[in-house]
């Protein structure tokens, strides 16, 4: 037994060094995709290529500006502009490396569980989320999803508040409040990041002020409902209160906030 510990101790090591490296690099490259998604967004660029994961078609940009006839066939609307295209690309470039950094993390984190260089838990966690953020952002370039993500967010909100209603007499959370909860957080973000990188437009300009209560509210609302998620019955009437309260204020927030 002592044998077998120790003969594992060298792999595990280089295994927790190399995790903690790929770390590294990736909240490095993050920051960069961080940077480079602002450059899109300040320079008009995020429907630069009208297609994902590709553009136009291609790889590149440059491949695609060789292949006028199948660039007009992304019309109407579509104005090929190879400034853009490239920004956008070159985002997406960096987000797909940081998507294979993370990769790597959670399969060091799974060959090795028993040593534990990297928590799985975690690091599915973490592939879990870029997983979603990259089929978010294929889909808003594929369907233009302002419709369906509204409707989703509807839907979260009618979760949360309806199922507060039907315990209001007997309080107590029910497991679909926080799938609500955070189907209307997501969906939330979502819609002001498409109105952000003007995949969808509106007359009516955008309320930092009022995006940022709504945010916090539905904060707040989530964080509750994921401490409390395993206690059943036992959770306090207050808080149970305090969940459907907040996001009834929600509703008011976005209905009478002018």
């Known amino acids: 037994m002592n044998a077998t510990a120790d003969s594992l101790v060298p792999v595990a090591l280089p295994a927790a060094a190399l995790a903690r490296r790929l770390a590294l690099f990736g909240v490095l490259l993050g920051l960069t995709v961080v940077v480079l998604g602002a450059w899109v967004r300040l320079t008009d660029?995020?429907?630069?290529?009208?297609?994902?994961?590709?553009?136009?078609?291609?790889?590149?940009?440059?491949?695609a500006a060789k292949n006028p006839d199948?660039?007009?066939?992304?019309?109407?609307g579509w104005d090929f502009d190879q400034g853009k295209a490239w920004r956008e690309m070159i985002h997406r470039y960096a987000a797909t490396t940081l998507g294979f950094v993370i990769v790597l993390i959670t399969a060091i984190a799974l060959v090795y569980r028993r040593q534990r260089p990297v928590s799985p838990a975690f690091a599915l966690a973490l592939l879990g989320t870029v997983v979603f953020?990259?089929?978010?952002?294929?889909?808003?370039v594929w369907w233009l999803v302002k419709p369906l993500v509204v409707v989703?967010?509807?839907?979260?909100?009618?979760?949360?508040?309806?199922?507060?209603?039907?315990?209001?007499?007997a309080p107590r959370l029910l497991p679909g409040m926080l799938h609500g909860a955070l189907t209307q957080l997501v969906t939330g973000?979502?819609?002001?990041?498409?109105?952000?990188?003007?995949?969808?437009e509106s007359d009516v300009p955008l309320d930092n002020a009022k995006i940022a209560v709504k945010l916090a509210v539905a904060l707040v609302?989530?964080?509750?409902?994921?401490?409390?998620?395993?206690r059943g019955d036992d959770v306090p009437a207050g808080v149970v209160h305090a969940v459907g309260g907040l996001a009834l204020l929600n509703v008011f927030v976005a209905v009478l906030w002018e």
Do not use: F, K
């Open 70 to 76: 199948h660039i007009a066939t992304y019309s109407p």
């Open 152 to 169: 989703l967010h509807l839907v979260g909100m009618a979760v949360v508040v309806g199922s507060w209603l039907t315990v209001v007499r």
């Open 45 to 63: 660029a995020g429907l630069g290529c009208p297609d994902w994961p590709g553009c136009y078609g291609h790889v590149t940009p440059a491949a």
């Open 133 to 140: 953020q990259g089929a978010l952002g294929a889909l808003t």
């Open 189 to 200: 973000i979502a819609l002001v990041g498409m109105r952000e990188s003007g995949v969808a």
């Open 221 to 230: 609302v989530t964080v509750l409902l994921w401490v409390n998620r395993r």
